[in-house]
Nanobody, 121 residues
Framework: QVQLVESGGGLVQPGGSLRLSCAAS????????MGWYRQAPGKQRDLVAA???????NYADSVKGRFTISRDNAKNTVYLQMNSLKPEDTAVYYC???????????????WGQGTQVTVSS
């Protein structure tokens, strides 16, 4: 079982930036990718970005060009740099440890506790 701990959320004004971190520990057997999801009130949890251990990345269309996912394999940590934030980016952001099959990311049942990101003036 993988344990995931997110950090870095908060309140930011539109146009601002935040960096989220997710530290993974425990058994990583079968895990070759990590992803960030977000869930706004009353909406489903959607993939924001994912990264494979070899560096392949996927992004939701709504964040392309603004968000960047990266990972430090030595630290088992994945990051989400969020720039040019918009009010519609407001959500709880969750980290997930999953796996890639081809170019598609599939989440596992291993989720972090979530971190709130609020974009408001």
């Amino acid at each position: 079982q993988v344990q995931l701990v997110e950090s870095g959320g908060g309140l930011v004004q539109p146009g601002g930036s935040l960096r989220l971190s997710c530290a993974a520990s425990g058994s990583m057997v079968g895990i070759n990718g990590m992803g960030w999801y977000r869930q706004a009130p009353g909406k489903q949890r959607d993939l924001v970005a994912a990264i494979k251990i070899g560096g392949t990345t996927n992004y939701a269309d709504s964040v392309k060009g603004r968000f960047t996912i990266s990972r430090d394999n030595a630290k088992n940590t994945v990051y989400l740099q969020m720039n040019s934030l918009k009010p519609e980016d407001t959500a709880v952001y969750y980290c997930n440890a999953g796996f890639y099959s081809g170019s598609y990311y599939y989440p596992s049942d291993s989720w972090g506790q979530g971190t709130q990101v609020t974009v408001s003036s």
